[in-house]
């Protein structure tokens, strides 16, 4: 059996740069193989409380820690034009080398309606991004280029600080379409839980994607952010998800939604029930390896935990001690 790859999230929605830059460095010690850290302008409720600039605090992780690392996901079109997400994908990895990888995601309104003049329906997000990882690619080749496309334009131009291999990218998905594309055009996907039929449809259709491009399915990674609440009782693991994280319990698409204000008033529509199937919440580590095993054995490369309570250092501990040394793939 191989140890399982299974990697620190790291929320800044919920933590000051500082304090999460130690959470990662904790985890890193403990074996956790890698960060996966939230790109957020802000925070889905006022009560998480934070929404620092994630790739100064990328940085600082990197220099904390051994694993790889990447944001999960920065979205590379409308606050961030792609030609700066390049630069700052290139400059990352350029200093963690063969470490890092861009993830990417057809954004947020909570993020990205703050520079938006118009907020797009998701046909036309997607086919942004999509755009947006044509004008990465260019620019990863390290040579001269540019773009006059549908959605953005770039000028003659090069990246100048360029590593001597590119980051994979990886892509946010959950639906078949995204999925099919994903695997033609990215390294890898990135999704979160969700019943085992979805999860199928969404390996396949990447492959179909891979195949129709010509290139190596086995290749392709598949990546897993997984929410969770644990704590020291099973009602303060309940108690930490609803206030915390009630995000993770509204059944409904969010990506519309521009306020933490307008999240924390639906998020007193939230009862522990709506958390069933969508995020596991108990205070027994079995549990918790049972469900992350259940991932691992359906195909997943890397799965990076979030749990969704202030309880950090003490989840760290003793998933360290009680979960990692028993996942295999």
């Known amino acids: 059996m191989t140890k399982a790859n299974i990697g620190y999230a790291a929320m800044l929605e919920q933590f000051g740069p500082n304090e999460v830059v130690d959470y990662c460095a904790r985890a890193d010690g403990a074996g956790f193989s890698g960060v996966m850290a939230a790109d957020h302008f802000q925070p889905w409720t006022p009560q998480q409380g934070q929404a620092s600039f994630v790739w100064e605090v990328l940085a600082a992780i990197g220099a904390r ?14 606050r961030m034009h792609p030609a700066i997400v390049a630069q700052a994908a290139a400059t990352l990895e350029v200093m963690n080398p063969g470490r890092s990888w861009l993830g990417l995601g057809s954004g947020e309104a909570l993020n990205e309606h703050v520079v938006a003049t118009y907020w797009p329906e998701t046909p036309e997000r997607i086919n942004r991004m999509f755009e947006a990882i044509e004008i990465i690619r260019k620019l990863f080749s390290g040579k001269e280029v540019k773009h006059d496309g549908r959605f953005f334009k770039l000028e003659t131009t090069r990246l100048w600080t360029m590593p001597s291999v590119p980051p994979p990218i990886y892509i946010a998905t959950a639906g078949p379409v995204t999925a099919k594309r994903t695997g033609q055009f990215a390294d890898g996907l990135i999704t979160v839980g969700a019943p085992e039929g979805k999860i199928e449809m969404i390996f396949e259709k990447s492959r179909e994607g891979c195949r129709e491009a010509g290139k190596d399915a086995t290749k392709f990674k598949y990546i897993l952010q997984l929410h969770l609440s644990w704590a020291e009782t099973d009602a303060e693991a ?29 998020a007193k529509l939230v009862r522990p029930e709506d958390f069933a199937g969508r995020m596991l919440m108990s205070a027994d580590p079995e549990i918790h390896r049972r469900e992350i095993q259940k991932y691992l054995d359906l195909g997943f490369d890397q799965i990076y935990l979030h749990n969704v309570g202030r309880n950090q250092e003490a989840w760290i501990d003793t998933f360290a001690r009680e979960v990692l040394p028993r996942l295999t793939v």
């Open 65 to 78: 820690t051994r694993g790889d690392l990447g944001p999960g996901v920065t979205c590379p079109s409308f």
């Open 238 to 266: 309940v108690a930490n998800a609803m206030t915390e994280w009630p995000n993770g319990g509204m059944k409904f698409p969010k990506a519309d939604i521009r306020s933490p204000g307008d999240f924390e008033q639906m």
